[in-house]
C-alpha cells in the first residue's frame, strides 16, 4: 500500500473515530433547529406546555425550537413520524399518557412505545378530575358509588373519548367500586362540559385545564382528583386513593426520542428541559393551569424505565373492558 493510501485510511479512521465517539458527539450537539412534535392541535395541554418551554429551550441549547403540530388517531399520527425519525436529537415528542395508550387500542398505531422510543424527562403530571354541576347532592365518592350501586348504568360519566386516560380511569372506578356506570365519550374536554353543566351526564372524568375555571367559579363541584396527591389548587379534594379507589395511575406531559438516540444527546436534552422548567414563573403557570410540575425529575433511563412500566398498567385496564379507539 502506498504512503497516500495509508495516510488517507488514517485519516478516515480518525474521522470514524470521532464521528462515533459520544463525548464529540455531545459536544458538536446541537448544530441546526430543533423540532418538537406535538399529537394535539395548538392550545391543548401539551403544546402550551412545549411553548412554555421553547425559549428557555433556545436559550439552553443555543438553537432555534420549532414546535410542529400533529393530532390525529389519538396521537398516533405525531408518535409514528417521530418514531420514523432519524436518532438524533432533533426530532422529539413532547406527548401526554394517551401515548402509552394508543397502541393498545388501535390496530395499526404505527409504533410502540417502549421499542421505537427512549424518554428524555417528564415534565408534568396532570391529574384528572372527577366533576359533577354544582346543583347535584352528590359531595364525595362514597355518594357517587352509592348512588351507581342503586341506579346501575342510569348513572352515566363523560370523558374525553374512547380509550383516553378520562375513559379509562372511569373504567377502573366501575371495576374497583363494583358498580356499572355507562361511559359517554366526547370529542375533548370541553365538548363534555354543557352537557355535565346541564346535568345531561352525572359526572364527568376530563382534564384540569378545562374543569378547573369552573370548579373555582362554583359552577363544577369536584369529587375527586386522580394521581398520587392532591392538586395544589384544589388542596381541599381528596384523591381517588383517599376515597377508597385504589388507582392512582395519572396523565403527564414528557418528551421522548427516537430510541437510538446516542446517551450524551439524549443527557444534553434532559438537562436543558431541567433548566426550562426549573423557573418561578414556569412552574406557577404549570400550576395554575391545574399540572404538578416535575421540579426533580429523575434519570432518563428511570423514566424510560417508569412510563415502560405504565404503558403495560394502561394496556391491562384497555383489555380487560375491550376499550377501542374510534
Known sequence: ???????????????????????????????????????????????????????????????????????GAGGAVAAADVAKSPADGYTLLMAAAGFVIAPAVLPKAGYDPIKDFTGVRQLAIVPLIIVTRSESKLEN????????????????????????????????????????????????????????????????????????PLVQQGKLKALA?????????LPNIPTLVESGIAFDAVGWHAVFVPIGTPAPIVNKLSAAFNKAIDQPKVIERIISGGSIPIEKAGTPSQWTAQYAKETKQWAEIAKSVNAKME
Request: proline content about 9%.
Open 1 to 71: 500500500m502506498k504512503i497516500s493510501q495509508l495516510a488517507l485510511v488514517y485519516v478516515i479512521g480518525i474521522i470514524g473515530s470521532i464521528a462515533f465517539n459520544p463525548v464529540a458527539i455531545a459536544q458538536s450537539y446541537p448544530n441546526k433547529p430543533i423540532r418538537i412534535v406535538i399529537p394535539n392541535a395548538p392550545g391543548g395541554g401539551t403544546d402550551v406546555v412545549a411553548r412554555l418551554l421553547s425559549e428557555s429551550l433556545q436559550n439552553e441549547l443555543g438553537q432555534p425550537i420549532v414546535i410542529e403540530n400533529k393530532p
Open 141 to 212: 365518592m362514597n355518594d357517587l358509588l352509592e348512588l351507581a350501586k342503586k341506579d346501575g348504568d342510569k348513572v352515566t360519566f363523560a370523558s374525553f373519548g374512547n380509550a383516553t386516560p378520562s375513559h379509562l380511569a372511569g373504567e377502573a372506578i366501575n371495576r374497583l367500586g363494583k358498580v356499572k356506570m355507562t361511559h359517554v365519550p366526547y370529542v375533548g374536554g370541553p365538548k363534555a362540559l354543557p352537557d355535565i353543566l346541564a346535568g345531561n351526564v352525572t359526572i364527568g372524568i376530563l382534564d384540569a385545564v378545562s374543569t378547573l
Open 225 to 233: 382528583v386522580t394521581g398520587p396527591k392532591r392538586l395544589p389548587v
